[in-house]
């Protein structure tokens, strides 16, 4: 076959590194996997592999980015969202690992914004830039769940690990006192 033949071929087409590029699509291809996902009550499907964090399949494929990506390595908090109640990082987990489990995301926590905490928070005047602030409400709630009256120590030791460049952890802590007051 002449060069000029080849050239025409698809693999080629992918330009000096089209073979290896070509392979690694296809090997990809090859490792994808389907998984449904139970999501703000909601079941939903995607396709992906299976070591994509769940960020990922929150934010790309299903397209709710309220949550955040802040460090990628589960130090930050930015990436909170509810797995069974329980507030998770999803930057660290994998889709694979998420099953039957209920998640639940920033989105999924009122329909109009207007959940106790979300109240407290504007009612704190909490967020300043924002980008932290979904997860950070995100563990609120988790807290405010299993502790009705949270006291200062409480609070602070739940909202350990979420990172506010803008410094508003008294307004947080303020906040989530008025909204464990709203939810007598
Ligand atoms: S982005 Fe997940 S903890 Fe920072
Ligand atoms: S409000 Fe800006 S990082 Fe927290």
């Given at each position: 076959m002449k060069f000029g033949v080849l050239r025409d071929q698809p693999v080629f087409k992918?330009?000096?590194l089209g073979p290896v590029r070509y392979l690694n699509k296809l090997f990809k291809s090859k490792r994808m996997a389907k998984y449904t996902l139970s999501v703000n009550g909601k079941s939903q499907s995607v396709d992906v592999?299976?070591?994509?964090?769940l960020l990922w399949v929150l934010?790309?494929?299903?397209?709710?980015?309220?949550t955040k990506y802040g460090?990628?390595?589960?130090?930050?908090?930015?990436c909170t969202v509810h797995l069974n109640d329980t507030p998770v990082?999803?930057?660290?987990?994998?889709?694979?690992?998420?099953?039957s489990k209920k998640v639940v995301t920033i989105e999924g926590l009122s329909e109009n914004g207007d959940h106790p905490v979300q109240l407290a928070w504007d009612e704190a005047d909490?967020?300043?830039?924002?980008?932290c602030q979904a997860g950070q409400i995100m563990t609120a709630t988790a807290l405010l769940k299993k502790n009705s009256k949270p006291s200062d120590k409480d609070i602070d030791t739940a909202m350990a690990g979420h990172i506010c460049r803008c410094g508003t952890y008294k307004r947080i802590r303020q906040a989530i006192h008025i909204a464990a007051e709203k939810s007598k």
């Open positions: 992918l330009g000096i592999l299976p070591d994509t964090p934010r790309d494929e299903l397209n709710l980015v309220g460090c990628g390595i589960a130090q930050c908090g930015a990082r999803s930057c660290s987990l994998p889709v694979s690992s998420i099953g909490v967020p300043q830039c924002g980008y």
